[in-house]
């Protein structure tokens, strides 16, 4: 089963050991009427694309992936958790979460979830759940990086149910490899040294890594005994993704090149190419 639907609106809810899936177009066969009513809602809920509340029953506190970015590579499926509180004054009869992506639930562009749909959450009162959704590049276009919600669902012993579309949010962003080379070596005192590199991140729709271009990049230096770095200038990337600059060689260091990152792609530093200036 693909990881991601891209045409389909599903929310799913396990509820006392039967799986219960909903969708725009038609319920699934339900095993009690608690189900279906829970089912009911659900599919009213999306239809006006508002959030769902009722009774005592509340989520709070949905985290995605530990308050992290999901970076995404070519390769790999992962598995992303998405935690939560329930509370309800009967108890917890099941909960579930998923990712979603587009303008609104009604027609996304993509859905993430996982192979169990019912969220590992204690028993009482007010519990904490845990959901996993599984990413997998292979269904990804890099239309996918981005902003992501969370839509968590969760039904009480009462029957009450919370539906919360945008209950939290995260961001996919495409993995990115930075490079740098600094000569010539060895370098004479304040003769000319120049410093290349390329930055390129992961491209789903052709499944390789590609050239980042017109990106800001930070060259930065750190002289042999020193602990730290300090920035040179920085350096925009080409056409490609490429990087060149020339610098004036005073001292025995290290050079390197650091991409802070954009809300679609990870920041990535490299690490410092060693000049032996003579």
């Known amino acids: 089963m693909r990881s991601v639907r891209r045409t389909a609106s599903v929310a799913a809810l396990a509820i006392g050991g039967t799986l219960a899936v909903t969708t725009l177009a038609a319920p699934a066969a339900l095993a009690d009427d608690r189900a279906e009513r829970a089912a009911s809602a659900l599919t009213a809920s999306k239809q006006r694309i508002t959030d769902v509340q009722e009774g005592d029953i509340r989520i709070s506190d949905v985290v ?10 070519l390769s790999g499926t992962q598995k992303i958790s998405i935690t939560f509180k329930v509370s309800d004054r009967s108890g917890i009869e099941g909960a579930s979460a998923a990712l979603w992506r587009g303008a609104n639930f009604n027609r996304p562009d993509a859905v993430l979830y996982g192979s169990h749909t019912l969220a590992q959450c204690g028993t009482g009162r007010s519990v904490s759940c845990t959901a996993t959704v599984n990413v997998d590049p292979a269904y990804f276009s890099n239309t996918y990086a981005g902003r992501w919600n969370a839509l968590a669902i969760a039904v009480g012993n009462d029957g009450n149910l919370v539906q919360k579309f945008r209950a939290a949010h995260t961001h996919v962003q495409r993995d990115s490899r930075l490079t740098v080379d600094a000569a010539p070596e060895p370098v004479k005192k304040n003769a000319n040294l120049t410093v290349t590199g390329a930055l390129t991140r992961a491209n789903w729709d052709v499944d390789r890594y590609t050239g980042y271009s017109a990106q800001p990049v930070k060259l930065q230096y ?57």
């Open 64 to 73: 995605v992936n530990g308050g992290k970015p999901i970076v995404v590579k």
């Open 222 to 278: 750190r002289a042999k005994d020193a602990k730290t770095y300090t920035t040179v200038k920085t350096v925009t990337t080409d056409s490609v993704g490429k990087l060149k600059t020339t610098v004036k060689a005073t001292a025995d260091g290290y050079y390197r090149y650091s991409f802070a990152g954009t809300s679609t792609t990870k920041p990535v530093t490299t690490a410092g190419d060693y000049i032996d200036v003579n």
